[in-house]
């Protein structure tokens, strides 16, 4: 089975703070990770993959496989981070996303 | 030339009532999805297509039926509204290779009263 795990619902952190959004996984193939983000009232926006290994917006996730986690990190929160972000797992061979239930991060001043 | 548009944006209907959402994408993507997200903003999947072809159906009630005329479009029907239904339901697409990124439409706000 493939299954998400986003420990926190909220997140609160002042501006400048450094952010961690935890992200588990269960899946026994090689799954592919994603980090979307969806701004008040907006749609959902892919931020990574974890196949790109890039950074954007300050944001960068790396996949660990021994931990199955896929964390998201930035160094200094910005109030315009103030979001919602979903983690996502595509298993080997699916197309669809089997997300996690999300974590709200508040930013602020 | 919005990638994944879907209309309406905003749905307020009565119990029993049948609506349908529509979601077309340009993006020439082969597969189509529709995703629930409920009141405490957990996102599931519910259906998808490829090239037309329902390839995806996650126990959701028959009274949703998705119906796909081309690959561009796929719509949602819903029969006998009931109040558990309240939910954005956002309309996905995405190509194939190892990049097949979902492309998420701006979602359909649907309120059952």
């Known amino acids: 089975a493939q299954r998400v795990t986003q420990p926190e619902k909220l997140l609160s952190v002042f501006k400048g703070a450094p952010v961690e959004l935890k992200c588990n996984y269960s899946?026994?193939?090689?799954?592919?990770l994603f980090w979307y983000v969806q701004y008040s009232r907006q749609r959902l926006q892919l931020l990574l993959r974890?196949?790109s290994r890039e950074s954007i917006k300050g944001f960068t996730a790396d996949l660990n496989k021994g931990e199955t986690s896929f964390h998201l990190k930035k160094p200094f929160a910005q109030e315009e981070d103030s979001a919602m972000y979903y983690c996502?797992?595509?298993?080997?061979?699916?197309?669809?996303?089997?997300f996690g239930t999300g974590t709200r991060l508040l930013v602020s001043p | 030339d919005t990638a994944v548009s879907q209309t309406p944006k905003y749905l307020v209907t009565q119990m029993g009532n049948d609506k349908s959402i529509k979601c077309e994408q340009n993006?020439?993507?082969?597969?189509m999805y529709w995703y629930k997200q409920d009141s405490k903003k957990f996102l599931k999947i519910m259906f998808s297509?490829?090239?037309?072809?329902?390839?995806i159906n996650e126990t959701v009630p028959n009274r949703f039926s998705p119906k796909s005329p081309d690959k561009a479009h796929l719509n949602l029907h819903i029969n006998s509204l009931e109040l558990g239904d309240s939910a954005v339901y956002f309309c996905?697409?995405?190509?194939?290779?190892?990049?097949?990124?979902?492309?998420f439409g701006s979602g359909t706000r649907l309120t059952v009263v």
């Open positions: 996905a697409s995405s190509g194939t290779g190892g990049a097949a990124d979902h492309t």
């Open positions: 899946y026994s193939g090689s799954p592919e």
């Open positions: 974890h196949i």
């Open positions: 996502a797992l595509r298993g080997t061979g699916f197309q669809k996303l089997v």
């Open positions: 993006l020439g993507h082969d597969t």
């Open positions: 297509y490829n090239n037309k072809e329902l390839i």
